[in-house]
Nanobody
Framework: QVQVVESGGGLAQAGGSLRLSCAAS????????MGWYRQAPGKQRESVAF???????NYRDYVKGRFTISMNNAENTVALQMNSLKPEDTAVYYC??????????????WGQGTQVTVSS
């Protein structure tokens, strides 16, 4: 089994910053990529950013230039530094981990979600 645990989040004012962290543990051979998704009330879950184990990053346009994703391969952790926050960034943020297990994969695992609220 694979456990994904998020931390961080909370309340910030528009223009402020927050940092999310996520740690993967359990039984897996290696990590293919880690990333963040978010879901606002009444909306579908959407991707925010991801980073591969090789360091390749990808950001959605609505966070590009404001959010930075980073990964610590040795500790199996990923962080999302969120700057210049906007009220529309308000959502539950989910960590996604893609891992190889045994001879198969990659397989997706999700954290429980952490609330980010940005006030205007």
């Amino acid at each position: 089994q694979v456990q994904v645990v998020e931390s961080g989040g909370g309340l910030a004012q528009a223009g402020g910053s927050l940092r999310l962290s996520c740690a993967a543990s359990g039984s897996f051979r290696s990590i293919f990529a880690m990333g963040w998704y978010r879901q606002a009330p009444g909306k579908q879950r959407e991707s925010v950013a991801f980073i591969s184990s090789g360091g390749h990053t990808n950001y959605r346009d609505y966070v590009k230039g404001r959010f930075t994703i980073s990964m610590n391969n040795a500790e199996n952790t990923v962080a999302l530094q969120m700057n210049s926050l906007k009220p529309e960034d308000t959502a539950v943020y989910y960590c996604n981990v893609r891992v190889y297990r045994g001879l198969g994969g990659p397989y997706d695992y999700w954290g429980q979600g952490t609330q980010v609220t940005v006030s205007s």
